[in-house]
């Protein structure tokens, strides 16, 4: 549960640095974010969660 919460608050640090470190830069990705179709950012965001598990997978292995 502790290596849970651990992953959550750094969810939210690295959100966070994002939107104080280049709010500008965010309104600009997601604006080119709307153009693209549904089916390209589900597969965007299934391979970022694949690219996720692989990467835990290697650090606790």
Do not use: C, H
């Not at 502790?2 to 830069?25: H, N, Q, T, V, Y």
């Amino acid at each position: 549960m502790i290596d849970f919460l651990s992953a959550i608050g750094l969810i939210f640090i690295l959100e966070g640095l994002l939107l104080f470190s280049s709010p500008k830069r965010l309104k600009k990705i997601l604006q080119i974010i709307t153009v693209y179709p549904e089916s390209k950012i589900r597969i965007i965001g299934s391979l970022s969660i694949l690219l996720g598990i692989v990467l835990l997978w290697i650090i606790r292995k």
